[in-house]
């Protein structure tokens, strides 16, 4: 049965074909492949690849291909990757959003962590490729997303997460369950109401207190 690995070297190049001939990616420390095949000399392999459509549109397309080390190579086909429940890769995914931060962090145990969202939809359209068939019953679970200030170039993104749900195109859909969100203050209200001084609680609308 195929079992699905993390790299353990700082780079190996996937080829199409066995004799190191047409290179179809370079995967790099950390990076998820899942093993069909070892020998002595190579590793068929399967991951992913990004196409890019005459219309603009990036695609994940799953391809097989062969990890096979040159003959001086220091290390040994059985110590190139390393079991997924292993991995000891922190990795940190800046994407372009244009305008603003968009962060993606994962801890080497699985952890995901997402820091700000930029001020489109193209953090969303991130994350519904890079977590493909996530589902409403079966969504990504998110153990914080965190808004390091109150500039919408960091945060009118995130809303875009939940707009993505109902897109009409199946790949542009993300589900995710956040189990929390960590934000750099509170935007108030002014401090009155009908020329009134009122509390800040009021102007926070409802609240609930937890555990004191």
Same mark, same amino acid.
């Given at each position: 049965?195929?079992?699905?690995?993390?790299?353990?070297?700082?780079?190996?190049?996937?080829?199409?074909?066995?004799?190191?001939?047409?290179?179809?990616?370079?995967?790099?420390?950390? &990076?998820?492949?899942?093993?069909?095949?070892?020998?002595?000399? $190579? /590793? +068929?392999? !399967?991951? %992913?690849?990004?196409? @890019?459509?005459? &219309?603009?549109?990036?695609?994940?397309?799953?391809?097989?291909? $062969? /990890? +096979?080390? !040159?003959? %001086?190579?220091?290390? @040994?086909?059985? &110590?190139?990757?390393?079991?997924?429940?292993?991995?000891?890769?922190?990795?940190?995914?800046?994407?372009?959003?244009?305008?603003?931060?968009?962060?993606?962090?994962?801890?080497?145990?699985?952890?995901?962590?997402?820091?700000?969202?930029?001020?489109?939809?193209?953090?969303?359209?991130?994350?519904?490729?890079?977590?493909?068939?996530?589902?409403?019953?079966?969504?990504?679970?998110?153990?914080?997303?965190?808004?390091?200030?109150?500039?919408?170039?960091?945060?009118?993104?995130?809303?875009?997460?939940?707009?993505?749900?109902?897109?009409?195109?199946?790949?542009?859909?993300?589900?995710?369950?956040?189990?929390?969100?960590?934000?750099?203050?509170?935007?108030?209200?002014?401090?009155?109401?009908?020329?009134?001084?009122?509390?800040?609680?009021?102007?926070?609308?409802?609240?609930?207190?937890?555990?004191?």
């Amino acid at each position: 049965m195929p079992d699905t690995v993390v790299l353990n070297v700082d780079l190996a190049d996937v080829w199409e074909e066995r004799g190191r001939k047409k290179l179809i990616r370079t995967v790099a420390w950390g &990076d998820e492949v899942t093993v069909l095949k070892v020998t002595s000399t $190579y /590793i +068929e392999v !399967s991951t %992913t690849v990004f196409r @890019k459509k005459p &219309d603009g549109s990036i695609l994940p397309e799953a391809i097989t291909g $062969y /990890i +096979e080390p !040159s003959k %001086t190579f220091p290390i @040994k086909i059985a &110590d190139l990757t390393r079991p997924l429940a292993t991995n000891q890769v922190l990795k940190v995914n800046f994407v372009d959003v244009q305008q603003g931060d968009g962060a993606v962090i994962e801890s080497p145990d699985g952890k995901i962590i997402l820091v700000d969202g930029g001020d489109n939809q193209m953090f969303a359209r991130y994350l519904a490729g890079r977590f493909r068939g996530t589902t409403a019953e079966h969504p990504q679970p998110i153990d914080c997303i965190i808004v390091t200030h109150g500039d919408a170039d960091h945060f009118v993104g995130l809303p875009e997460i939940l707009k993505s749900e109902t897109n009409r195109t199946k790949r542009k859909r993300f589900f995710m369950q956040p189990k929390r969100v960590y934000h750099n203050g509170i935007v108030k209200r002014p401090s009155k109401m009908n020329n009134k001084a009122v509390p800040d609680t009021k102007l926070l609308g409802p609240t609930k207190t937890d555990n004191g």
